[in-house]
């Protein structure tokens, strides 16, 4: 079992930042791939960037060059650096992570960001 916690959230205004954390415990041996993803008011969920135990990262096209995920692999943390946020950015971040041994994904609880314009 992974529990994850996330913190950072809040209300920022266009053009801000905010730094997502999202730590991981529990009874696992290790980590995969571990990343973040979005649930705006009535859109669909959608990943926002992944990054491999490696380093390797990936993110999707609307956050390109204005986020920055990264992670420490010694304390299990993923995290989210959000700069020149939008309005359009507003939603409920959820962190995921996924084990290696059996490659489970397991979901925070969630954490709601606000960009007012």
């Known amino acids: 079992q992974v529990q994850l916690v996330e913190s950072g959230g809040g209300l920022v205004q266009a053009g801000g930042s905010l730094r997502l954390s999202c730590a991981a415990s529990?009874?696992?041996?290790?980590?995969?791939?571990m990343g973040w993803y979005r649930q705006a008011p009535g859109k669909q969920l959608e990943s926002v960037a992944t990054?491999?135990?490696?380093?390797?990262?990936n993110y999707a096209d609307p956050v390109k060059g204005r986020f920055t995920i990264s992670r420490d692999n010694a304390k299990d943390t993923v995290y989210l650096q959000m700069n020149s946020l939008k309005p359009e950015d507003t939603a409920v971040y959820y962190c995921?992570?996924?084990?290696?041994?059996?490659?489970?994904?397991?979901w925070g609880q969630g954490t709601q960001v606000t960009v007012s314009s």
């Open positions: 995921t992570a996924r084990t290696v041994v059996n490659g489970r994904d397991y």
């Open positions: 990054i491999t135990r490696g380093g390797s990262m």
């Open positions: 529990g009874s696992y041996s290790r980590l995969s791939a």
